[in-house]
């Protein structure tokens, strides 16, 4: 991911993707603190990367549809959104570190 905003705030968390079409492949969303995702009128599938507190990978799903919800796994801190099929492309997998700059 080239582009990673982060969503820390009530209110940013809320919007979250909301409000956009689409998402970029080199654009993400981190929403933290998070523990689940939905995505109740969202206009767009995307891919989900379920992060620990070090940012280590502990689950993803990919192809999530709009007006669907994911819990995450236990010690979930944050939730990268991405575009769907990104999952795939970049290679994240379990027990993967993210660095974000």
């Given at each position: 991911?080239?582009?990673?905003?982060t969503?820390?705030?009530?209110?940013?968390?809320?919007?979250?993707l909301?409000n956009?079409s689409?998402?970029?492949e080199?654009e993400?969303?981190l929403i933290?603190?998070?523990?689940?995702?939905?995505?109740?009128?969202?206009?767009?599938?995307?891919?989900?990367v379920?992060?620990?507190?070090?940012?280590?990978?502990?689950?993803?799903s990919?192809?999530?549809?709009?007006?669907?919800?994911?819990?995450?796994?236990?010690?979930?801190?944050?939730?990268?959104e991405?575009?769907?099929?990104?999952?795939?492309?970049t290679?994240?997998?379990?027990?993967?570190?993210?660095?974000?700059?």
């Amino acid at each position: 991911m080239a582009r990673v905003r982060t969503a820390n705030t009530f209110w940013s968390r809320f919007i979250g993707l909301l409000n956009r079409s689409s998402l970029a492949e080199d654009e993400g969303l981190l929403i933290t603190p998070c523990a689940s995702i939905h995505t109740f009128f969202m206009r767009f599938t995307i891919d989900l990367v379920f992060l620990g507190q070090d940012n280590r990978v502990l689950g993803v799903s990919s192809n999530v549809r709009p007006y669907r919800i994911r819990l995450s796994p236990r010690g979930t801190c944050s939730v990268l959104e991405i575009a769907q099929g990104n999952v795939k492309k970049t290679g994240i997998h379990l027990d993967d570190r993210l660095i974000f700059d």
